[in-house]
């Protein structure tokens, strides 16, 4: 039973008592109804206040229930979106590292063809690059291509054919008029005219050997040679000249001894 219900019972109960309740005067009764009425209001609208009190609150907790949810919701977008930028930066990272890893492949065959390239220009420009030699005596530089001209037409002087010989020699001396064979290639093309008894051709390579270069350590063999030739073109008279000028230029040679031999054999 409420509280209201109970003032109500105990004011019917003190009016329903007659006799029993004749101290109290109906100005007592009446007062202590009004009491009761002011009591019972009273509590109506504690009531009613702690009831607008409890509704305002639960508005108040539903608003912020409502507020947490839609944060709640909001949240689960950001989230999602979220997740949504994760795995398209993971996508694009795979992306990147597939063109990443082309890419170093790609790098890779270019640092192995540079590597190629380089090699292969290194290789040409030794090719070009002048060499050191010795022949006689004598050091200098020669290109690559005149070496290996020069090399070939005396392996072919040596092989015997003095026919390619001569032809191999003579254009040396055509193409490389200034080289540092060129003493050396005359001495050996007049040889090699001489081997194919082209005794002519010999004397004339053999002299413009001796007055290019009298100083050469072959030059006495050189004017030995040219006797020789000019003795096969029955031109003793020469020969002997030839010898006479080899004995005073260089007495001391090999040569000069192997004239003197020569030199008596020789018809006068």
């Known amino acids: 039973m409420s509280f209201r219900a109970s003032l109500v019972a105990a004011a019917l109960a003190v009016m329903a008592a007659g006799p029993a309740a004749a101290i109290f005067d109906d100005n007592e009764a009446r007062k202590a109804i009004v009491d009761l009425r002011g009591v019972v209001r009273a509590n109506d609208d504690a009531a009613k206040a702690r ?27 950001s989230l999602l979106e979220l997740n ?9 990272q795979a992306t990147l590292r597939g063109s990443n890893e082309q890419l170093a492949r790609e790098v890779a065959e270019l640092q192995r063809r540079s590597r190629d390239v380089g090699q292969t220009l290194d290789d040409r420009l030794r090719r070009l690059e002048p060499v050191k030699v010795s022949v006689d005596g004598r050091e200098f530089l020669a290109d690559p291509e005149e070496k290996r001209l020069h090399d070939e ?21 055509r193409r490389y008029p200034a080289s540092g064979y060129a003493d050396s290639v005359r001495f050996w093309l007049g040889n090699a005219l001489y081997g194919k008894r082209d005794y002519k051709g010999a004397i004339d390579a053999f002299r413009g050997f001796v007055v290019a270069s009298p100083a050469h350590a072959r030059a006495p063999e050189a004017m030995l040679a040219l006797a020789n030739s000019q003795a096969e073109m029955k031109d ?6 030839t ?13 000069a001894q192997a004239g003197k031999d020569r030199l008596a054999s020789l018809p006068r």
């Open 51 to 77: 009831s607008a009190e409890a509704a305002a609150a639960n508005a108040a907790l539903m608003q912020q229930i409502t507020a947490l949810l839609e944060q709640s919701a909001a949240l689960r977008r």
């Open 236 to 241: 003793p008279k020469g020969a002997r000249k």
């Open 243 to 255: 010898i006479d000028d080899l004995l005073k230029t260089y007495p001391a040679s090999e040569a």
């Open 153 to 173: 037409a005396m392996a072919v002087l040596r092989g015997g054919d003095f026919d390619r010989a001569s032809a191999s020699l003579s254009a040396f001396l």
């Open 84 to 92: 949504n930028q994760i795995e398209a930066m993971r996508g694009e």
